[in-house]
Structure formats: structure tokens, C-alpha cells
């Protein structure tokens, strides 16, 4: 029998601001991709890794939207710390 570890995730404040002045159809969009992301043996095959001093964190395409995370491996968390268009999501600071 194999055990599968099972990541959750989790949204820092600022990134539930974000994401709460997002409409609610790409609202429940973005969650519905998570809820699909966290049923992977491994989470980060469906992102990319960022470069240069973002190199830490990994970036999510749902549709128009960008979702920027971290991953804490010794949990099994994805930290969700930005969520904005494809346009302004690297313009801000994390």
C-alpha cells in the first residue's frame, strides 16, 4: 500500500485581499485550481519556477491570472502570496 501525501494550501491576507477584489466566476476559478494542484503527488509540476530574486516562489496560470506561491515542503503547504493579472502581478512587490 502506498501513501499518498496530501498538500493544502493556504492564502497569506494580503493574497486574500487579492483575490477578494476579483470577480467571483475567476474567484471560484483560481480555488478550483488549487483544490486541483493539491491532489498531486507533486504540486509544482503544474507551475513554473520564477527567476532571479523571485527565484523562491512559483507562479500559477489560471486563465488571465497569475497566482504567486511558495512552497513549505515540511508541511505540505502551498502559500498563496499574490494573486493579480498577468498585466501588474510582477509590477508590486510580493
Request: with cysteine; net charge positive.
Given at each position: 500500500?502506498?501513501?499518498?501525501?496530501?498538500?493544502?494550501?493556504?492564502?497569506?491576507?494580503?493574497?486574500?485581499?487579492?483575490?477578494?477584489?476579483?470577480?467571483?466566476?475567476?474567484?471560484?476559478?483560481?480555488?478550483?485550481?488549487?483544490?486541483?494542484?493539491?491532489?498531486?503527488?507533486?504540486?509544482?509540476?503544474?507551475?513554473?519556477?520564477?527567476?532571479?530574486?523571485?527565484?523562491?516562489?512559483?507562479?500559477?496560470?489560471?486563465?488571465?491570472?497569475?497566482?504567486?506561491c511558495?512552497?513549505e515542503?515540511?508541511v505540505?503547504?502551498?502559500?498563496?502570496?499574490?494573486?493579480?493579472?498577468?498585466?501588474?502581478?510582477?509590477?508590486?512587490?510580493?
Amino acid at each position: 500500500m502506498v501513501l499518498i501525501k496530501k498538500w493544502s494550501y493556504a492564502f497569506t491576507e494580503k493574497a486574500k485581499r487579492e483575490l477578494s477584489k476579483i470577480d467571483k466566476s475567476t474567484q471560484k476559478q483560481i480555488l478550483q485550481y488549487f483544490e486541483g494542484a493539491i491532489n498531486t503527488p507533486n504540486p509544482r509540476v503544474k507551475g513554473s519556477a520564477l527567476k532571479g530574486n523571485l527565484r523562491s516562489y512559483w507562479r500559477y496560470r489560471v486563465g488571465d491570472y497569475r497566482v504567486v506561491c511558495r512552497f513549505e515542503d515540511a508541511v505540505l503547504t502551498i502559500i498563496l502570496v499574490k494573486v493579480a493579472h498577468r498585466r501588474e502581478v510582477y509590477t508590486k512587490e510580493m
